[in-house]
């Protein structure tokens, strides 16, 4: 499905999964996006010429957290982040914007119903946390699934203040283990952000969370794509 096009073109129920996401932008008042590709990012400067374009030109050789890295330039005002494989719902983004704290990290807490069945991506790969009330104390992969919160959808926002904590830890952390194993990262450049929120968590870096229950569908199989055409609901609902 992704040989020739990038895989946020997949269409779910009417619209690509790009397009769920703009809308849900759209609905939190957001605008302006910045978009952070290298997989046929040609085809979307194409189709999407108003967005600010930052290319990761190394995409095969790196992974998520080095590629938010392409746009640092564009952090110090705050923003909200996002993966573009994932389906949810503009008033997760309204809580993360209302919520007031530097760091605000977005979670499914209907996590384990999706994960029912999902064989070609177990519960051990989920991007787990969890929290004491809304502060977040820990993310990671190997959290048993029983004790986590919820799964981070990959959905975060960082006000100027925690914008500048999020720089000071990756390059702090890249000076030293630039080319390097880090964590469970064979080299500091495959990384994940999780790696990087674990780490800024053990520096006593505090972050908050807010919650959806199920409005939330990550694409990452073909099995996940049933599910979301199954369960995804068309525009109508997208603000509920």
Known sequence: MTDDKPKCYTEVNGKTMLEWILLAFKEAGLGDPVFVGGYHIETIKSDYPQFTF???????????????????????EGFICSYSDILYRSSMVKKALENPADIVLTAD????????????????DGEKLISEEDKVIQVHRDIEPAKATGEY???????????KLLRDHYHRVRKEF??????????FEKAYKILLFQEMLEQDVEMSLVTTDGEYIEID???????????????SNAST
């Open 153 to 163: 959808t990959g959905v975060a926002k960082f006000s100027p203040a925690g914008a």
């Open 221 to 235: 199989t073909q099995q996940d794509y049933r599910y979301a055409l199954k369960t995804w609901t068309g525009e």
């Open 178 to 187: 630039s080319g390097k194993p880090w964590r469970e990262a064979k080299v």
């Open 109 to 124: 807490t209907g996590w384990r119903k999706r994960y029912q069945g999902r064989t070609e991506h177990p519960e051990s």
């Open 54 to 76: 930052c290319h990761n030109d190394n995409w095969q050789n790196n992974n998520i957290l080095a590629s938010l890295f392409y746009a640092e330039e564009y952090m110090s």
